[in-house]
């Protein structure tokens, strides 16, 4: 057992002098959208791509708002969806193809 021990402990020292570097690729830039909102109350906008929805921000009432979307590529079909703060209506624009600088008038 003694033996055993002192083997890994040699192999242990042996493998010390390594370093290792690990980098992450360079982060994608954002795509940004440009969204009009001409109702009374803010809306909260959403894009569905093709894993999932994912909330992106809130556009004040009667307000423009240039918002980022991160993790979708340009040129990626979307679906752009805004909701009033209180719920009651929802705008949806469908078939998006995503690209900087799109601009949706809600509603």
Excluded: H
């Excluded at 021990?5 to 795509?31: D, F, K, W, Y």
């Amino acid at each position: 057992m003694r033996r055993v021990v002192l083997a890994a402990l040699a192999i242990t020292l042996g493998c010390g002098g390594r370093s290792i570097v690990v980098q992450n690729p360079p982060p994608q830039a954002a795509i940004s959208i440009v969204v009009t909102n001409s109702l009374t109350q803010p809306v909260n906008v959403y894009v569905t791509g093709p894993d999932a929805e994912v909330f992106l921000s809130q556009v004040a009432a009667n307000g423009t708002t240039s918002v980022p979307v991160r993790n979708i590529p340009a040129g990626t079909m979307v679906k752009l969806r805004a909701v009033t703060r209180d719920g009651s209506r929802t705008y949806m624009r469908e078939g998006v193809e995503l690209r900087d600088g799109y601009q949706w008038r809600v509603p």
